[in-house]
């Protein structure tokens, strides 16, 4: 595997459990996350299960050859230009599909028409709603994947998770983040190729394909988010604080590139939960970043704020794990994470480290049921439990 291709272990086993099925397999995520990468170690795969390489049509929309694909009718064109005339089964590999209008209607004619295997990926959660979602209702699962996890990140330095580096690794890792370009690049090139990720999900997937023309205001709400990642907001909060500072807008415009961000899998909401009430609040809302070095990025250099660096880095990994985060309310009381899975709930209050009176627990001791409650710190403690509340430092945590 070259030096470029991290391997990505976990995601290819889903693509795999669901080989040779009805689904169509949708890799969704932020831009540069690994997606090809991902692609390429399917074909790699099928090719080692025997299936010839003419029966794997590989079709990457962003690439030079296929600019001319635009519409439904192109891309069926395309088909029939590319379509093998053996009677094996075909597997499709189609990359960044959002560039093709219409391309719903030819994707589920394949699936209906042809004996196939599709696997297909995007760079926007726009790509499985509306006419999609009801062509192929049922008939899709989708595998949706993040930058690196701490986990990968060790994995692709060649780094044990017992070697005395990990913590020196961390250091790096919560800094510049873990595009896989950007974890296996030299130190004075990661700023170059973090800055070039952040340009092309801002300009390419948010504002040119939006027709956003003033991208001196979004740039600003992503400034502002970045700044303020696990705070509380609303746009009329952010609107308000633009505007003082000379930038001026307003909620609707505000409200409108908060949901740009979101489909570019920029930022991710976090909604407030009710505990006691047992219900969504509607006001305000927490929104994390996809990335910790694209935050850095995005703010500048200023250091400190380590504690919402680390309950940024938290939340995505508890998405990574496939859990749906919201942020809990009890009474006057905030928990910062209510975690869901199927049956499973987990709490997770995150503190960069413990202070004298051990407060940092007390809210999740003020939850009654029986789910399990964990304290996420920045700093290494010997203790394991504080009134039988786990104590975990991040990088074991991370590396569970």
Do not use: C
Not at 138 to 145: A, D, F, M, P, T
Not at 288 to 295: E, H, K, P, S, W
């Amino acid at each position: 595997m070259s030096k470029a291709m991290i391997s990505r272990e976990n995601y290819l086993q889903q693509l795999i459990q669901f080989k040779d099925t009805d689904f169509i397999k949708v890799i969704s995520g932020v831009r540069r996350s690994g997606k090809s990468v991902l692609l390429m170690q399917y074909r790699d795969y099928l090719q080692q299960q025997g299936i010839s390489p003419e029966n794997i049509l590989y079709l990457n929309f962003e690439s030079f050859e296929y600019q001319w694909v635009k519409d439904a009718q192109d891309f069926q064109q395309l088909i029939q230009e590319k379509m093998p005339s053996s009677q094996e089964k075909i597997y499709f590999l189609i990359d960044e599909i959002q560039f093709v209008e219409g391309w719903q209607k030819i994707v589920n004619a394949l699936r209906v028409s042809f004996n196939t295997d599709i696997v297909i990926t995007g760079s926007n959660a726009n790509l499985l709603s509306g006419e999609l979602a009801t062509l192929l209702s049922g008939r899709y699962v989708e595998i949706k994947i993040y930058p690196l996890s701490f986990k990968e990140f060790l994995h692709a330095k060649n780094v044990d998770s017992q070697s005395r580096l990990v913590d020196k690794l961390y250091s790096e890792y919560e800094k510049y983040g873990g595009f896989p370009s950007v974890a296996i690049a030299d130190e004075p090139l990661k700023e170059t190729i973090l800055s070039g990720i952040f340009d092309s999900i801002v300009l390419n997937d948010i504002a040119h394909r939006a027709g956003v023309k003033d991208t001196h205001i979004l740039k600003n709400v992503i400034l502002f988010l970045a700044d303020n990642v696990g705070q509380l907001v609303n746009p009329s909060k952010i609107s308000n604080t633009l505007t003082s500072e000379r930038v001026p807008t307003s909620n609707h415009t505000i409200s409108k590139y908060l949901e740009l961000l979101e489909n570019a899998f920029l930022f991710y909401k976090a909604k407030q939960y009710d505990i006691r009430g047992k219900g969504y609040l509607k006001t305000n809302a927490k929104y994390f970043i996809v990335d910790n070095g694209l935050r850095r990025h995005a703010i500048g250099k200023k250091g400190a704020n380590y504690a919402n660096r680390l309950e940024n880095i938290v939340f995505i990994e508890l998405l990574r794990r496939g859990y749906t985060v919201d942020v809990g309310k009890l009474d006057s009381k905030e928990i910062d994470f209510i975690a869901r899975k199927a049956d499973e709930i987990l709490y997770v209050q995150v503190a960069f480290e413990i202070s004298e009176n051990t407060h940092e627990t007390d809210n999740l001791l003020h939850i009654k049921d029986n789910y399990k409650k964990i304290l996420v710190t920045g700093k290494y403690y010997e203790q394991i439990d504080i009134d039988g509340i786990e104590v975990i430092y991040v990088v074991d945590w991370l590396l569970q």
